[in-house]
């Protein structure tokens, strides 16, 4: 199974019992509509609704911050996920948040994990067959093998940006990128980690909403001046849609890592905070 599917892939093997389809959508406040809610109204067959949201450290009083290995375990198990399944994973968001969903599969050792392109808008607008409610779900046999290797914190990125060890790319957009905008948390102040480099997330989709090709992915990464065959480490908002940079450098071969709790940790923090576009 490839890391990006299509909708036709899906289609033809849904129903394949190692096959298991989350819908991984999250939304800001600010957009107003509740994933859980939309999920029972209509969803791919058989699909069963992630909760990015609950997925979280719940000790932490940073948002979205990745989950202890027991807490991911008890997940997965109740949406039927083995540790031999193949998982698909899909959204309805402007955030593309299937990408932080296929991040920490990855991450918690699920080697067989894919994000469908274009999403469940894709699936809608070719008119396949979609279902309502809740799923029947058989309890799945995980074990989380976590290896957190690539995940950054305050101190790595404090290591990161003093050594120039790593190219620090930022997938929010420009403006708050710029510092020209508040932010949504109280508590953290507006701009950037100096020295990183603004390449937002919403560039990486073409209108449709299905990834760019690896042609126009790489050449995002060149206009911005990003160097991807030396050490990146994505950053955000909290994390979210940094990893929609990291899967782009995945299916260019290459592997990143993200800055866990991303500005609203380093924003709220002491650290040094620049503005502007540079």
Not at 72 to 81: H, I, K, P, S, Y
Not at 141 to 146: Q, T, V
Not at 270 to 277: F, S
């Amino acid at each position: 199974m490839d890391d990006l599917v299509t909708t036709h892939w899906l289609a033809d093997d849904l129903g394949e019992s190692d096959l298991v389809v989350l819908d991984a959508s999250w939304f800001l406040p600010e957009h107003g509509r509740d994933p859980r809610a939309e999920f029972a109204e209509r969803h791919i067959p058989g699909a069963r609704f992630l909760d990015l949201a609950a997925l979280t450290d719940p000790d932490d009083a940073l948002p979205m911050m990745l989950p202890s290995d027991h807490r991911f375990n008890e997940t997965m198990r109740a949406l039927g996920v083995s540790n031999d399944s193949r998982v698909v994973i899909y959204d309805d968001s402007p955030l593309h948040t299937s990408a932080r969903a296929w991040w920490m599969l990855r991450l918690m050792g699920v080697p067989r994990a894919a994000i469908l392109d274009g999403g469940l808008g894709k699936w809608r607008v070719e008119g396949r067959m979609l279902d309502s409610g809740p799923a029947a779900i058989s309890p799945g046999i995980f074990m989380a093998h976590s290896d957190r290797g690539g995940v950054r914190d305050l101190a790595g990125m404090r290591a990161a940006r003093d050594s120039d060890a790593e190219q620090i790319v930022d997938a929010r957009s420009p403006t708050r990128f710029a510092g020209e905008e508040p932010e949504p948390r109280a508590g953290v102040e507006p701009g950037h980690i100096p020295g990183s480099i603004n390449l937002p997330y919403a560039r990486f989709f073409d209108v449709d909403g299905r990834w760019r090709s690896h042609e126009a992915l790489r050449a995002l990464f060149d206009e911005a001046g990003i160097d991807i065959d030396s050490p990146i480490v994505a950053t955000c908002g909290s994390g979210v849609t940094a990893a929609v940079i990291v899967f782009a450098l995945h299916l260019l071969g290459r592997e990143a890592a993200l800055y866990d709790g991303s500005w609203a940790d380093w924003g709220s923090s002491d650290q040094p905070k620049a503005k502007g576009t540079a």
